[in-house]
T-cell receptor, first 118, second 116 residues
Framework: GAVVSQHPSWVICKSGTSVKIECRSL??????MFWYRQFPKQSLMLMAT?????????EQGVEKDKFLINHASLTLSTLTVTSAHPEDSSFYIC??????????????FGPGTRLTVT | AQKITQTQPGMFVQEKEAVTLDCTYD???????LFWYKQPSSGEMIFLIY??????QNATEGRYSLNFQKARKSANLVISASQLGDSAMYFC?????????????FGKGMKLTVNP
């Protein structure tokens, strides 16, 4: 099946610094990627939809200036957590929509990035 | 209002037995899709099975089958012959919207533990 990677798989940063997470579709071109956030023992919450070459669409309540999303190419989307605080510590998961997927609008998920802000 | 409801926070099942994980959904769309994902402790989301709203047959994928009851808006996952490796979190999700604006909405998940 289609492969989506994320880098790094885990990161620890100090409060006030910025962290960039990369999401890559390795064997297909993804015009649309999605970023999710998952707190411990909770569900995945969609943060934003990232479309190649255009601005991301953020879900209600997600600060676009804090969570910067850049979908610069058909295989790469990045999420930058700016001025991170301990409450930003979470598991961030990206997914990519396969344009030719057999199941309508199927999303392929990356392995996730665990962010810890100290 | 919750769009995906998974009422069972956790379940235990004996190895080799079948187990049903409940999921109900709420939508006014005619076209939608229902997914089940498995999330082991490693965190990756593993696709298990998909059911389209217009599919007349219940979906099956190996040991997984989806009991789709459209009128009741339920999409229960049935795992036959449970294995120890099936122990994980399971999420039901619904795809709503259409190309360019579609999104996946997830339920709260439920934890399945398979006992030897």
């Amino acid at each position: 099946g289609a492969v989506v990677s994320q880098h790094p798989s885990w990161v620890i940063c100090k409060s006030g610094t910025s962290v960039k997470i990369e999401c890559r579709s390795l064997d297909f071109q993804a015009t649309t990627m999605f970023w999710y956030r998952q707190f411990p023992k909770q569900s995945l919450m969609l943060m934003a939809t990232s479309n190649e070459g255009s601005k991301a669409t953020y879900e209600q309540g997600v600060e676009k200036d804090k969570f910067l999303i850049n979908h610069a190419s058909l295989t790469l989307s990045t999420l930058t957590v700016t001025s991170a605080h301990p409450e930003d510590s979470s598991f961030y998961i990206c997914s990519a929509r396969h344009p030719l997927g057999g199941r309508l609008y199927e999303q392929y998920f990356g392995p996730g990035t665990r962010l810890t802000v100290t | 209002a919750q769009k995906i409801t998974q009422t069972q926070p956790g379940m235990f099942v004996q190895e080799k037995e079948a187990v049903t994980l409940d999921c109900t959904y709420d939508t006014s769309d005619q076209s939608y899709g229902l997914f089940w994902y498995k999330q082991p402790s490693s965190g990756e989301m593993i696709f298990l099975i998909y059911q389209g709203s217009y599919d007349e047959q219940n979906a099956t994928e190996g040991r997984y089958s989806l009991n789709f009851q459209k009128a009741r808006k339920s999409a229960n996952l049935v795992i036959s012959a449970s294995q120890l490796g099936d122990s994980a979190m399971y999420f039901c999700a619904m795809r709503e919207g259409r190309g360019g604006s579609e999104k996946l909405v997830f339920g709260k998940g439920m934890k399945l533990t398979v006992n030897p």
